[in-house]
């Protein structure tokens, strides 16, 4: 009975589960570049990293280890890999650290000092980055894990005291070995819960698309990882400005990701387009209204030859008035997307009358007309892009069977005219796209559309268009706390 009851709500909590309307999956393909784009950015940091002073006393010897700097860093062997179940994790082998630090000793009356070369050897560093999504459903580094350690030092003495700094190496070796091994966490710890975060905050969660709709990318769920990859599901999913609060239920098939042969994949289902399209119809984007000069004048003398019986009944003052024509969309259109490609279904009302002046409008006729236009997504950069053709039109009246014969005539100059004045509207305004959530200064290239039963996926690979520090210093927070004292790191990740 207790099975019973846990299977009906298990049942019950998919049922009212969100579905995504985007998907994205990072794959270990991807991870070499962001290692190589990473690791630079890790040499900058480190190579900045604040060695506190060594002082300490060997019998009548006092001694002083000062001016710590980092002259030059290799992490050669180095792997960047995906840990089930949020985790990125960093390993660095074997690297070594290049140091010039100011010596000073001091045996009764004798003093020596100067500046000494040194390496640090065997340096090995094992981080993981833990993510997940905050409130706000904005991709988070919510922890890092951190173990380093500095195998072997050794300092090249010289001078006057040469014997004595030999004798007193290892303790003066072994201690900045200790304090070395105390920087090296603090600063990943930084870069992960701050400055990454920072990067991680250029990815758009909600927001505005143009002047009339925003969309939302709040994550539903924390990452998932795998050994391949790390999958992301977002809502995916437009509103109009005017009403920030209304939502169209997702009821689409959710999108499926599969492939692994390419860097990065992103997936959206019938949903996605769906509540664009019906955002921009509850905005009121979705109707054109032609009078006067702005009809096409061969589309005007067809349309008066028309209903020439109508007009010559009427009063002269209305005879030569402008001819207005307005298409108004009478319901949300509708995306289909299937493996032969993607479509959306119109349907709309046409008006035609006169419009004399400082008189009300006349009406000449009204009828329905149903269009499908075929879709072809792309990308550009980080713009989801769309282009639009028209591929089937009809009119006909909703009165009768009759009135839709007389209209047969019509058919032609309506269709041209939607192919020369409306669908370049149409296309203008949807080849500007729509962001991906990927973060400042990546971009997609060489991407692939596949159509599937209900949704779409388009495989690609990314690309640095800015460096990764040149982003980070743009979005670094103003005020943060100093990654280079041990302090600054959680008791359980200290450096050992």
């Known amino acids: 009975m207790v099975l019973f009851g846990a299977l009906i709500l298990a049942l019950l909590a998919g049922a009212h589960a969100e579905l995504p309307g985007c998907k994205i999956r990072i794959t270990s393909k991807a991870l070499e570049l962001v290692k190589q784009e990473g690791l630079r950015f890790l040499e900058q940091e480190l190579e900045t990293v604040t060695i506190p002073d060594l002082r300490g006393r060997e019998g009548h010897f006092f001694y002083n280890i000062s001016e710590v700097k980092v002259t030059e860093l290799q992490l050669t062997f180095s792997e960047l890999n995906f840990q089930p179940d949020q985790e990125l994790a960093l390993q660095i082998n074997n690297a070594s650290w290049g140091l010039r630090f ?41 922890n890092v894990s951190c173990q380093a350690s500095v195998s072997r030092m050794h300092a090249a ?16 070796t072994s201690g900045m070995r200790f304090l070395l091994n105390q920087q090296i966490c603090p600063v990943l710890y930084h870069e992960g819960t701050v400055l990454l975060n920072s990067l991680l905050d250029t990815v758009p969660v909600r927001g505005a698309v143009d002047e009339l709709v925003g969309i939302d990318y709040s994550l539903l769920k924390d990452p998932v990882a795998s050994t391949s990859n790390l999958d992301m599901e977002f809502r995916g999913a437009f509103y109009p400005l005017t009403e920030v609060n209304w939502s169209l239920p997702n009821r689409a098939a959710e999108p499926q990701l599969q492939e692994e042969e390419r860097m990065v994949y992103v997936a959206f289902s019938e949903f996605f387009f769906d509540s664009a399209l019906e955002s921009y119809f509850r905005a009121g984007a979705l109707m054109l209204s032609l009078v006067g000069d702005k009809v096409p004048h061969d589309l005007d003398m067809v349309l008066r030859a028309s209903y020439f019986g109508s007009i010559v009944l009427m009063s002269p003052a209305v005879i030569d008035s402008p001819l207005k024509l307005e298409l108004r ?23 035609i009358a006169l419009v004399p002046p400082n008189q009300p409008e006349v009406q000449l006729s009204s009828m329905i007309m149903d269009a499908r236009l075929s879709a072809k997504m792309a990308l550009w950069g980080k713009a989801l892009r769309t282009q639009l053709d028209l591929r089937r ?15 047969i005539p019509l058919q032609t100059p309506l269709k041209t005219l939607l192919q020369i004045a409306v669908m370049p509207m149409l296309n203008e305004r949807t080849w500007r796209g729509v962001q991906i959530p990927l973060p400042e200064g990546i971009d997609f290239v060489r991407e692939v559309v596949t159509n599937h039963a209900g949704f779409l996926t388009i495989g690609a690979d990314l690309h640095f268009a800015k460096g990764l520090r040149e982003v980070i210093e743009k979005n670094r927070p103003a005020d943060t706390r100093d990654p280079r004292t041990s302090s600054a790191l959680p008791p359980s990740t200290a450096a050992v």
């Open 157 to 172: 003495f010289g001078g006057t005291f040469k014997k004595v700094y030999e004798f007193l190496s290892t303790f003066i």
């Open 102 to 142: 100011r010596r000073q000793l001091l045996y009764w009356f004798f003093y020596d000092g100067g500046y000494i070369n040194a390496s640090a050897e065997g340096v090995s560093i094992h981080t993981a980055l833990q993510l997940s999504r905050d409130p706000t459903g904005r991709i988070k580094v919510s």
């Open 329 to 351: 969309v009478m319901e949300p259109p509708r995306c289909t997307i299937k493996p032969s490609g993607t479509t959306v279904s119109v349907t709309a009302s046409v008006t």
């Open 393 to 407: 039109f009809r009119i006909y009246s909703n009165q009768s069977a009759l009135e839709s014969l007389a209209l």
